[in-house]
C-alpha cells in the first residue's frame, strides 16, 4: 500500500466512528472534522501491537489517538477494529517506514494521523442541499 491508500483507509475507519460523545459532559461530535476543530489532541499516538512487536497479530489490540474533550475528559479513537486484512497491510507499511525512514513507531504513527487530520480539515464543510 502507499501512503496515500493508507491515509485513505484510516480517514475512512476514523470517520465511521462519529458521532462520538463523551461520557463525562455529554457533547456529541457528529463528524470527525468537528472532533478534530473541536477537541485537543494529546501526543503520542500509539499502538499496542507494535510496542509488543508483533505487526502480524491475528487478534489485533489497536492503537490509540488521544483528545481532551472541552470538558478536560479524554477521550480516543481506537484502532483495534479495523479489519484485519486492513490492518496487516497497515502494519506492513509502519513498519516498512520505521526501517526505511529510521523513525520510531510513535513518529510514524503520529504523521499517519497528521495526514488524516490535514486531509479532513483541508476540505471546506459542505452544507446540506
Aim: aromatic content about 6%.
Amino acid at each position: 500500500m502507499t501512503e496515500a491508500e493508507i491515509v485513505r483507509m484510516l480517514r475512512k475507519y476514523y470517520e465511521g466512528l462519529f458521532p462520538k460523545t463523551c461520557p463525562n459532559c455529554g457533547r456529541c461530535f457528529e463528524t470527525l472534522r468537528e472532533y478534530i476543530l473541536v477537541s485537543q489532541r494529546l501526543w503520542p499516538s500509539l499502538n499496542y501491537d507494535i510496542e509488543l512487536g508483533n505487526y502480524r497479530t491475528l487478534k489485533p489490540l489497536g492503537g490509540l489517538a488521544m483528545a481532551n474533550c472541552v470538558c478536560g475528559s479524554t477521550l480516543a479513537l481506537s484502532s483495534r477494529r479495523i479489519p484485519l486484512k486492513q490492518t496487516h497491510l497497515c502494519m506492513e507499511w509502519i513498519k516498512s517506514e520505521i526501517a526505511r525512514r529510521g523513525l520510531s513507531a510513535e513518529q510514524v504513527l503520529d504523521h499517519l494521523r497528521d495526514l488524516v487530520r490535514n486531509q479532513v480539515l483541508a476540505e471546506t464543510q459542505q452544507s446540506p442541499p
